[in-house]
């Protein structure tokens, strides 16, 4: 019988999740390293990965789902194509970043850290992106669009939906 090289808990069978195992030290303190890979990689932290790391860790599957929604960065599910964060930090609030939000949702027809049935958009709630004094702020996978309005989250979704 073939000997699986890996002892993670992926038996070998994930490529990805593999070369992570052999390239970390399993240890606990890698884990947001490693969540960091696996985002950038499958566009979101699935179910899978959670049960291998926690096995590889040896860090209990709840302690990994609670950092994985603790931290924005990491999303559950995967991101559409465009990912629009709206920011709702101070500065952006107090200038009606809310109301951009809520244009959002009205037309997408999702909620915050939801995607659209096509795959096209997701949307997503941040705090300050470090661009208040262009507030209120929002981003297009990651490209920063300042002294947003309405008029001007309309006509970027115009563009995109083509
Ligand atoms: S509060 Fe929105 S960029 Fe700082």
């Given at each position: ?19 992570l ?13 490693i969540l960091?890979e696996v985002q950038e990689h499958y566009?979101?932290i699935?179910?899978?990965a ?113």
């Amino acid at each position: 019988m073939e000997e699986n090289k890996c002892e993670c808990g992926c038996n070998g069978k994930d490529e990805f999740l593999n070369s992570l195992c052999e390239k970390y030290l399993p240890i606990k303190d890698n884990l947001i390293q490693i969540l960091n890979e696996v985002q950038e990689h499958y566009g979101y932290i699935p179910m899978n990965a959670q049960k291998v790391l926690s096995e590889f860790l040896n860090v209990p599957m709840a302690e990994i789902y609670g950092v994985v929604t603790f931290y924005s960065r990491f999303t559950l599910k995967p991101k559409g194509k465009y990912n629009i964060a709206v920011c709702l930090g101070t500065a952006c609030y107090v200038k009606g970043s809310q109301k951009i939000m809520d244009r959002l949702k009205e037309r997408l027809k999702i909620e915050p850290g939801e995607t659209t049935a096509d795959g096209k958009f997701s949307i997503e709630e941040t705090r300050c992106v470090g661009a208040c004094g262009l507030a209120p702020v929002f981003t297009v996978n990651g490209e920063v669009y300042g002294k947003a309005t309405v008029q001007l989250l309309d006509k970027v979704l115009d563009e995109l939906s083509k």
